[in-house]
């Protein structure tokens, strides 16, 4: 199970393997996820930062996984075991929550699920909020050898220039090179697909039906390497992609903030 309905959840809230996350996180202000935590959350949510907590390791770009001793570390504190059930949820669509989905994914912890349509679904449903924070008991969470399904810069870009499937998971106007808000040159790695993350959600904030899903992916193979700005909403894409069957898909970690960053890296801009 890579998704959760609100009404899926709401009946496992008494679980006692559940583990709830929230990752509700906005780049323009990093303070308003927590914010909005304190607000109000799911009952018995744990608040996961994607920046202090789910990135800041040694590799490039914006965003760069942390080691995953920090990891398991983290998932310790969290109260998350390798028996845990973890349903984790955001305000934009799963954009964010996804990177918390494909780190357990990638240290082999399957029991995880992202929340459809997230906060804003949740609270649309009517279902209950609180403010209270859980304590979770300490934990452990036992070592993992390493990332599994990622791929460095050398490697997505002998990929591409091999014929390899490399998809671009940024908005479409971004992977043009239209126009670039972040990052230090604007345009695409050359011979990459462009797969908006955001196409795969309707209006409603919901998943799109999988046969919709599998139109947008139709053609592209398992173990296609997949890139954002900054190797999160990457994982979205990854995400859309397990639900209809590729699972091979490969994470580069660095994205575009790392390869934009490199003044030998070829660049292309356009469709």
Known sequence: MSLISVADLAARLDDPDLVVCDVRFYLADHAQGRREYDAGHLPGARFVDLHDDLAGGPGGGRHPLPTVERFTALL????????????????????TASRLWWMLRSIGHGRVAVLDGGYPAWIGAGRPTTVERPAPGAGSYPP?????????????????????????????????????????????????INRFHGANVGPDGLMLPIAQIAEQFAGVGSNAIVYCGSGVTACHAL?????????????????????????????????
């Open 239 to 271: 995400l859309a992609m397990s639900l209809v069957g590729l699972t091979g898909g490969r994470l580069y970690p660095g994205s575009w903030s790392e390869w934009s960053s490199d003044p030998e890296r070829p660049i292309a801009t356009g469709d």
């Open 76 to 95: 310790g504190q969290l109260g998350i075991g390798p028996g845990s059930f973890v349903v984790v949820y955001d305000s934009a669509g799963g954009a």
């Open 144 to 192: 993992a050898p390493d990332w599994t399904g990622i791929v460095d810069i050398d490697a997505t870009q002998q990929s591409a220039e091999l014929g390899g499937t490399v998809i671009d998971a940024r908005a479409p106007e971004r992977f043009r090179g239209d126009h670039e808000p972040i990052d230090s040159q604007a345009g695409h790695i050359p011979g990459a």
